[in-house]
């Protein structure tokens, strides 16, 4: 008779009684599970306490850092060959503008670039596009990619040589000062032969905000206060509270 303790477990094996390999294999298991919950256990009891309103002042140990695969992991995508404006411009340049009449709440703002491959830089940290107010001589960003009304789009036009165009849609917030906007895209483009990284930027043409629809419904509300029945444009009733 052969016998092995396991913290309590005890196994018998004679020719009255055989314990088969998968039996012998569970019952391993479920002790193993058993050190394990005793670990969780001892550690839930060493770590609850910088949960409570007065944690110990000894600093928790970070413990090892997971590991940096970044340079040893295998992409699947092939690498940028190149990028190439279309004939006859840059990149950059605005190949559709914003629209000359000024732009309300709830307007929807694009602008259409020369644009290059976005994975050739990832711009962490940056942005690829960005919205500017005008603010005396100067102008200051208000919002970047990281914003959910601010849409950056990007599509391969022309895949042998590398043209693509870059799309960049404002839809503009309730709320938003009125006053004179523009569009901001940051690219960067790779060179065929030498494969050098340039950088590049877009800017679109001014537009406005707010102005001229004030007037248009400042006039439905002259009108509405002798003819109430009359109908207001959406964005005119959101405005009719002030007035």
Do not use: H
């Not at 970070?62 to 040893?72: A, D, E, L, Q, V």
């Not at 050739?120 to 208000?142: F, H, Q």
């Not at 022309?158 to 006053?179: D, F, K, N």
Request: proline fraction near 6%.
């Amino acid at each position: 008779m052969l016998s092995k303790d396991m913290k309590g477990l005890v196994l018998f094996t004679d020719n009255s009684r055989r314990c088969t390999y998968p039996t012998v294999a569970v019952l391993v298991l479920l002790a193993i599970s058993c050190y394990r919950l005793d670990a969780y256990i001892s550690l839930y009891k060493k770590y609850i306490p910088y949960l409570g309103a007065t944690p110990p002042s000894a600093p928790i140990p970070p413990g090892p850092s997971p590991p940096i695969n970044t340079n040893t992991s295998i992409s699947l995508i092939g690498g940028v060959a190149q990028d190439s404006p279309r004939f006859g411009k840059r990149f950059g340049d605005v190949l559709r503008d914003v629209a000359s009449t000024p732009y309300s709440r709830g307007s929807l703002v694009k602008v259409v670039f020369v644009g290059a491959n976005p994975r050739n830089n990832l711009r962490l940290g940056g942005t690829y596009a960005a919205v500017e107010r005008k603010d005396g001589g100067t102008w200051s960003r208000v919002r970047d990619d990281t914003d959910w009304d601010l849409v950056y789009q990007w599509k391969r036009t022309e895949g042998l040589s590398g043209q693509s165009e870059v799309t960049i849609s404002w839809t503009v917030e309730q709320g938003t000062p009125a006053g004179q906007y523009r569009i901001k895209y940051y690219g960067d483009s790779k060179g065929l032969f030498t494969g050098k990284i340039t950088a590049f930027e877009g800017t679109s043409g001014t537009f406005n905000i707010g102005c001229a629809q004030t007037t248009v419904c400042l006039s439905y509300f002259i009108v509405r206060k002798y003819l109430y029945s009359i109908a207001l444009p959406k964005e005119c009733a959101l405005m009719e509270s002030y007035y």
